[in-house]
């Protein structure tokens, strides 16, 4: 395999390698590489880059058996403990406009009510991406039903994400397939070099191909009985208590929690020095490690 390698930057800064790519020497020996690619800020790492070469039975020998055990005594005692912290939080919350005498003072605590109560819910968040891979228990019904009660109170449609998140990880830096954190190539996108594109919105309120299958439709319908219940609670408490007060004790930790999810899956999948392959070269292991652990 050849240490020189051409490779073309994708919207996100990061390298494409394709089997192609990997053959090809560069367009002059003599050159330096950063005259023979102008656009391109090739360093050592990715002029020497070869992919690994590992297999499903490598990856699975270096995690201890242990992990992939599921405990559903251990993930129920999780869920509760989550519970308990966030109402605690929210029962704490109530005191804040009775209790503190002057507006800043009120305005501080809110703000830290929002921080606080946001980032203990992104533990709630996490329950139910266990339960979207079958992690949470050994039980698919038990599953199902704490992953649907609790993604729809944190708004979001459980078996439609469930089923775009199994294709992330089934593709995951396969750049032809990528279902999400999907890029283009600069030039594909038409782009400058460094300069972001906007891309078209998947609805995962419909199984529209080709991320979703059409099939999936009472899968769907499930999920979105669970948005349509969560915002009729929403609304009710909006109708008794006002708006702001909703806005208060819910949409804002809402915002945190989402703002953390953004957060770690961009750390997780973003970095010069993780890339994206297409072709022959990848494979779903390469794909699979495409990640950095922060």
């Known amino acids: 395999m050849s240490s020189s390698i051409t490779v073309e930057e994708n919207v996100n800064g990061r390298l494409l390698y ?15 590489m950063h005259l023979q ?3 391109q800020q090739i360093s050592r790492f990715e002029r020497n880059y070869e992919p690994m070469d590992l297999t499903i039975k490598h990856i699975r020998g270096a995690i ?9 005594d251990k993930s129920m005692i999780y ?3 989550e ?8 029962y704490g919350a109530t005191w804040i406009d009775t209790s503190l005498p002057s507006p800043e003072l009120k305005a501080s605590v809110w703000v830290i009510y929002w921080l606080v109560q946001g980032t203990v819910g992104v533990g709630l968040w996490v329950l139910c991406h266990e339960c979207g891979h079958g992690a949470f228990s050994d039980y698919k019904i038990l599953n199902t039903m704490v992953g649907w009660i609790l993604h729809s109170a944190l708004l979001i449609t459980y078996h439609a994400w469930q089923q775009s998140h199994s294709k992330h990880h089934k593709n995951t830096g396969m750049v032809t397939k990528l279902v999400t954190n999907v890029t283009l190539t600069r030039s594909q996108a038409g782009l400058p070099p460094l300069w972001p594109k906007v ?10 191909p080709p991320l979703f299958d059409p099939v ?8 979105n009985c ?5 915002v009729s609670i929403l609304a009710y408490n909006s109708h008794q208590f006002s708006c702001w007060t909703v806005i208060k004790f819910y949409g804002v930790p809402y915002l945190i929690v989402n703002g953390w999810m953004i957060c770690y899956d961009y750390v997780q999948h973003t970095d010069p020095n993780v890339p994206y392959y297409r072709g022959a070269i990848w494979n779903f292991q390469r794909g699979a490690i495409a990640t950095v652990d922060r």
């Open 18 to 32: 394709d089997s192609a790519s990997l053959k090809t020497e560069p367009k002059n020996q003599h050159q330096p």
């Open 37 to 39: 690619y102008p656009n």
């Open 64 to 72: 201890p058996k242990r992990l992939f055990a599921r405990n559903t």
């Open 79 to 81: 869920r509760v403990r």
């Open 83 to 90: 519970l308990v912290m966030m109402a605690s939080i929210f």
């Open 199 to 208: 891309l078209p919105m998947i609805s995962h309120f419909w199984p529209t």
């Open 216 to 223: 999936q439709k009472m899968t769907f319908f499930y999920s």
């Open 226 to 230: 669970g948005i349509a219940l969560m």
